[in-house]
């Protein structure tokens, strides 16, 4: 640290400003474009539309001429690639609600699951068949499953 009229600087630098905004660009940039080619890899290597050669087409395209590949590959599949993605997230969401629904109502086994087995627990008790231990027990079990 040097001392500049007794007062002590902490930091000096010889990376002017504008450098460090335009050194940010250049890395921000550099992120895009890898996630881009993700993006676009991603998408080629999924699509069961496309024969091999194709792919290996397009992947040549895309390293060897980068930036005209890449905008033709978005200019040429762009609108189908948003529609292939809502369509691989409605299937997942939709796998994702079945299974939900199956844990929820316990439909494997046949049964009504914890709630209707209280719900019949509750008419048998409110029509007097069972009395309130018998209904707290069977509640138990219910919830214990």
């Known amino acids: 640290m040097s001392s500049i009229g007794g007062v002590m600087t902490l930091a ?10 335009w050194t940010m660009l250049v890395f921000f940039g550099w992120v895009v474009w890898f996630w881009m080619l993700i993006v676009i ?9 496309v024969s091999g050669w194709g792919k290996a087409g397009w992947t ?15 200019i040429a599949q762009g609108k189908h690639m948003g529609e292939r993605r809502r369509s691989e997230a409605a299937s997942t969401q ?4 079945d299974y939900v629904r199956s844990v929820a109502a316990n439909g494997d086994k046949g049964d009504k699951g914890a709630a209707g087995q209280i719900a019949e627990a509750k008419k048998l008790l409110d029509t007097g ?8 027990s069977l509640k138990a079990k219910a919830l214990a499953r």
């Not at 000096?12 to 905004?21: H, R």
């Open 41 to 49: 890899f991603g998408d080629l290597f999924h699509r069961s539309d």
């Open 60 to 74: 040549v395209f895309v390293l060897v001429l980068p930036f005209v590949g890449v905008l033709v590959y978005l």
């Open 94 to 97: 939709k796998q994702f609600d």
């Open 12 to 21: 000096q630098s010889d990376y002017p400003f504008l450098d460090v905004i």
């Open 129 to 136: 068949a069972i009395n309130a231990e018998e209904y707290e």
